[in-house]
Antibody, heavy 117, light 107 residues
Framework: EAQLVESGGGLVQPGGSLRLSCVGSGFSLRGYWMSWVRQRPGKGLEWVANTNIDGNLKEYLDSVTGRFTISRDVAEDSLYLQLDNLRDDDTGIYYC??????????WGQGTLVTVSS | IVLTQSPGTLSLSPGERATLSCRASDNIRSDFLAWYQQIPGQAPRLLMYGVSNRATGIPDRFSGSGSGTDFTLTIGSLEPEDVAVYYCQHYSGSPKTFGQGTKVEVK
């Protein structure tokens, strides 16, 4: 079954950093805009960042601008999200998704980020 | 654009019709509205896009309608496997935002 697979989540202290990764299993990310969407505990879904096919256009949610960096490696067919200066309210499940004309067509199973001292 | 979904929870019997509402704080242009289903313990999955287009593999008991600021997701005949939280999402500008979700329970 073709799917997106995220990794890199974990427990980190406030102010710390993590790097999330996303690869396709039987699925290529090439040719798709890609986004990260998160789900914070007890809350709904929230788009965080996206990037275009080449990785040279990037857009961010205001609350993560300057702290998170989305990138992709076209050759490696991978997507990344660098999370710096993490806050308690960044805790949640982070999903890698195909950004298909701005709606989210394919979803990974998510990776859990917990920010806590 | 803020999306407000109602009701918060919908509890119906199998076979009944479920009507979920999504209201936008501003006009959503070009029908740029999608719906997602999140079954407990799973990632969300795309149900509908462009208001009324079913995603691949979505059964035809799911339908979407609406325009402007008022949108509806209808489950024509509720099945036990439809127990989930349903989210609407607009993509009429940035940031793309989601509603807070409607939880559907089957009695």
């Amino acid at each position: 079954e073709a799917q997106l697979v995220e990794s890199g989540g974990g427990l980190v202290q406030p102010g710390g950093s993590l790097r999330l990764s996303c690869v396709g299993s039987g699925f290529s990310l090439r040719g798709y805009w890609m986004s990260w969407v998160r789900q914070r505990p007890g809350k709904g879904l929230e788009w965080v960042a996206n990037t275009n096919i080449d990785g040279n256009l990037k857009e961010y949610l205001d609350s993560v601008t300057g702290r998170f960096t989305i990138s992709r490696d076209v050759a490696e067919d991978s997507l990344y999200l660098q999370l710096d200066n993490l806050r308690d309210d960044d805790t949640g499940i982070y999903y890698c998704v195909t950004d298909y004309y701005n709606y989210f067509k394919d979803w990974g199973q998510g990776t859990l980020v917990t920010v806590s001292s | 654009i803020v999306l407000t979904q109602s009701p918060g929870t919908l509890s119906l019997s199998p076979g009944e019709r479920a009507t979920l509402s999504c209201r936008a704080s501003d006009n959503i242009r070009s029908d740029f509205l999608a719906w997602y289903q999140q079954i407990p313990g799973q990632a969300p999955r795309l149900l509908m896009y462009g208001v009324s287009n079913r995603a691949t593999g979505i059964p035809d008991r799911f339908s979407g309608s609406g325009s402007g600021t008022d949108f509806t997701l209808t489950i024509g005949s509720l099945e036990p496997e439809d127990v989930a939280v349903y989210y609407c999402q607009h993509y009429s500008g940035s940031p793309k935002t989601f509603g807070q979700g409607t939880k559907v329970e089957v009695k």
